[in-house]
């Protein structure tokens, strides 16, 4: 119930720093009776893990999940599982310079500053690391809520610095190296060209992400506080870099009317999703649409003023390995934060109003 | 801890229909031996209350709050206080004509299909009209986080549909009906003028609210999940009709460099404030700067699509006492629940890491 | 979540001091649909009300209660039940000798030390008055596990000081002013001069009382922490007064061997119920059975050695208006705080297995 | 939050089966700035640790914790601090013949039914050996708990089955087998050779343990549900095997009168400790005192009547190895869940009224 836990239901508390001997979690609550191997979780792990294009960080880690409870010959027992993944690839030297200053726009001067003590290497508790484990607890709830609803989860870049991606259909987003849903090959090495000059530059790039839900049932959420987009807008806003939230029309409901915002409906259900699925803090039944926006990794090689321990000026430079758009591998991640969200949601349901009858439309 | 309570350490429950004889809410956790009378409180609830002019509701609610518990002879027990306010003009024959059928973009239908049972007057529990004991509760936050930490807050009207509003001084705040901080005449007649079209047609526009908190610590936060800027965005995403968050640049991150991005240090303090005074979770001890985006208000005269109960169709028109823009009277619920997270962090700061020595600088 | 909320899934919390304007509760997490009145809650409301006979405070309070949220047309909607109880007997002045020194045995000295502020009226929060609340949302979580489960509870004094009662069947309960499973006219008229005894020395005594809840289904409860028996230990330990809980067996356990204490299993069930209903934390089906001891009073005529404020020698009796023995009143509200406790865990099963199947026999 | 947690501002989560790969913790919300060590909590893992004498189960487990996180260059950082212990010593196959058939008196029966399914390798997720991550978890409370405010913790066993053991000192305690606090040696031979004659007769039996508190500032706890002596009741019955709890008098309390029970005060302090440390829930400054009833083992030889999965009759044997008395080893795990509920006290405390000053007499 300290701040590193996630959900009330399905609650999943991670654990561990980017250069310790091994990060995981802890996921209390799965319901019992699912199937469920290693193999189900590490899928998504690679789709996270660092290495897989010259675009992300270089860093080598297999991020091999293993299973250490909850689970008794290959079905969820409704125990804890505990999630454990070794950390292979440290390589903390890089971090011998700025253990004593504090790079701009990143969590050290916090960090330092909150708890008087500071793990440096690899920004400890703060690197994207940490999204392995959460990444692994998100399979697990992905796993049943497809199983139990026939919920699916997708996700794709919209946007890399000023390139806008139009989405071209979720087939293409395992095809390029950066979750884009497109197979436009123009636009696709307009964008390896500027990771290239920008990895050049030493310098690092902001991003936009759409990640969406469906076939979530009507229902998920709660009036005020839970709230459905609330949950959503927590899980999305505690993603590494993650500076704004949307759902569905998000901002441009600035400029709607309401004649144009809300949506109709007739009896073969909503016209539009303005309300990217969520009204009154409650599922529509629709598809639940998020957008993001991430900002650039502040862990760049670009020359910075800042200051030292003592509060003398000093200027950084960031070695080590980073990825110079923390956007590209956060697709993932947002999916499985979305899933732990619902899977929260459809367990409180399931406790406030019993089982939903997903077999049965209940318009 | 089911979902109608908000906080961990200063934790505020609500109850209470729009229609139903009273709402209120119990605070528990607010530190012993602050003064606190209810006119500390009042002050906040007679900003936001309806019928103030004549571009909001004219629901006539005097809103007066009346402390149940938790203060003897003028002074907070450590106890739970709680807080009541009776409701005065409901006129629920105005909502005869939608008990049967769904608003377009409203909690109706999500309701009726979560419950199976609704409170069709003025929206019952979805009503804007529970926002009054947040920001109840936000005073007593706010006054507390301003004696112990010299903490403050503000928040304005930015854009009206299409019209944007320049930020000319918190000072012209109070000095007009949609909490615009300006005194360009121009500018706010043609928003009255706005306004007055869009009542006679019947229509909702949305709208875009800044919100501030200054002079907080830097430390308050935690490192995954329950960040200090996830918060802000569960707190926010939360109230009545907002759709998108941004914490500093927000989504202008998209398009920024890391160079660009970072707020660089000096001996004297950050320069510049795109991270809008979080990293990593954890305030930086500049401002705290967040944007809304509010969706129309979907209670409007024009005729809509929809569906009854039985699924057949029918059209909406709703009648009743509706704020054309919710965005206006949007600010103080702004403050309050921004207040009401940040007071949260400073206890579970406190919980973790002692007093934050607030007269010796820390760097 | 702070510490003035009962449940989580079902979640009471409680305000008000006992010479306050009024005390209640807010119920957040009733399943919709179940049909709820005031009449409901006040019968069990009148069972702990004081003035009911001269062995038991003589304060006069209709203590009735109102539901100001969360039922619509008699129904329950799954939104927050607000339940407010009137103060109108407050005799504030009989405490004027009390506000600068600390009865023996009662939480004067502790509050005084913890919030450095006191609200000395009738003992403030710690007064037993703030059980009413509980057993206004007992009734309520009552009437749902019997509807849904045909879950009955039943309570009774065992022990009256040095008298010990014998169980001679739950019909007789209401028949006395002590809540005794018996017609023995003999021991009731002993219980009733022994009372007489008592309030004419100006002084207290202990109780020992037992609670049951029949028709619990086998599976509520989780393996660690939250176990079923630790929660109910926590809930009966919570209770004003309360010193020691024991379930099933209890204390004799500690003399019983494994081959006496495991109730053995048949196919037409459990042989005996030393266990009290709760096997590794989760119910067996049987009886939940349970068992309170609860200290005298500490509010008493007799003159007792204590201390000021300031640290020098006081004397303190106590006059005002008290149970000479708290245990008689307190078996109602252990009968609300077992059916918080079984509530919240019926919730949470349903959470995370889905709907128990009452109607099938599960061996 | 879902039950397998222990705490809400230091929490503990667990994880793992008897016979899994491994057991361990997640503790979150440890204060930052403590030196730590394994070697810091591997004492008190050895107190608890099986194998030690022939009265307790010959299971060789060495019970070596790794920290895998939240501690930095020897200092505990304020991140989670994961502990992680192997399983070495599982052998599955003394468990063959329970699988399909309930131990009565064990959480065979119970789990079956929740869950559906069902580890049955050295009683799951239900063994006394889900023990040491909290023994390790407590040993990093009390450290703590130690350095800031000089509290201590001790325990000894006061009765095994029908010999009681009179209190010789805390000395004693390391010295036999038993945790008694007695160097009386006729006594202890008494209590070899009834274990001894127990183990032939392969049943087992009760016991009743004490422990204490001792340093406790006054002010820790709530005035309602969170009280200190509600949350020590529910970390005791929570601990495997408990069935009865008392505080300061406990059940004695029934017989005692007001003028008796409530401890007097002078100048020099509290005469007399019947409230055992709490009153009205918060701490008084005194020892806190519990006692806990533990019921024998229910893994014995001796041949019980049980029923198989199928409803069948079916005698149980169960082999294996197992702790005739698991109340020998329950005295550590008792100090360690006290320390457990202190910290977290201590923390919310600290959250709500600023530090205590533990230098400064508050009289």
């Known amino acids: ?6 959900g009330k239901l399905f609650s999943v508390t991670t654990f561990g720093e980017s250069h310790g001997p091994a990060i995981g979690c802890v996921i209390d609550g799965c319901p019992p009776g699912m ?10 792990l690679d789709r996270r893990k660092p290495g897989t ?44 310079n700025i253990a004593d200053t504090f790079r701009p726009g990143h969590a050290d001067y916090t960090y330092w500053h909150k708890y008087g003590v500071r793990d440096p290497r690899g920004g400890g508790r703060s690197s994207a690391r940490l999204t392995a484990p959460v990444v692994g607890a998100g399979a697990v709830a992905k796993k049943w809520l ?13 946007q890399l610095g000023e390139i806008e991606i139009p989405f071209g259909g979720w087939e293409h987003v395992p ?17 390896e060209a500027y990771m290239d000059d920008l990895r050049r530059a030493g ?35 505690g993603i590494n870099a993650v500076k704004g939230v949307e759902i569905g029309a998000g901002f441009n409901a600035v400029v709607q009317k309401g004649s144009e915002h809300g949506d109709e409906l007739t009896p073969e259900g909503f016209v539009g999703n303005q309300a990217g699925g969520v009204l009154g803090g409650i599922s529509t039944g629709q598809d639940i649409t998020v957008s993001l926006a991430i ?25 080590g390995r980073h990825d110079p ?33 997903v077999d049965t439309p209940r318009i």
Do not use: W
């Open 175 to 191: 095809n390029n190296p950066f979750f884009a849903a497109t197979d436009d090959a123009a636009l696709l090495a307009r964008m």
């Open 53 to 96: 294009s010259r675009h992300v960080t270089q860093r080598q880690e297999a991020d091999r999940v293993q299973i250490l409870s909850g689970v008794y010959e290959g079905v969820t027992t409704g125990t804890p599982i505990a999630l454990l993944i070794q950390n292979e690839d440290q390589r903390s030297k890089d971090y011998g």
């Open 146 to 158: 497809r199983e139990r609803y026939g919920i699916g989860f997708a996700g794709c870049m919209r």
């Open 203 to 237: 310098d690092s790039i902001g991003a936009r992400i759409d990640v969406v839900a469906t076939g979530v049932p009507v229902g998920f959420g709660q009036p005020i506080y839970d709230k459905l987009d609330a949950d959503i807008a927590y899980a999305m806003m």
């Open 325 to 357: 758009c923390v956007g590209i591998r956060a697709t993932p991640i947002a999916e499985a934060m979305l899933a732990l969200v619902l899977i929260d949601h459809a367990l409180m349901h399931r406790a406030q109003c019993g089982d939903v009858h």
């Open 295 to 319: 900002k650039p990794t502040s862990s760049i090689r670009v020359p910075r003023r800042s200051i030292d321990k003592t509060g003398a000026p000093a200027m950084v430079e960031t070695f």
């Open 1 to 6: 119930m300290s701040g590193n836990s996630f």
């Open 35 to 44: 199937l469920l191997s290693e193999a189900d979780i590490q899928s998504d």
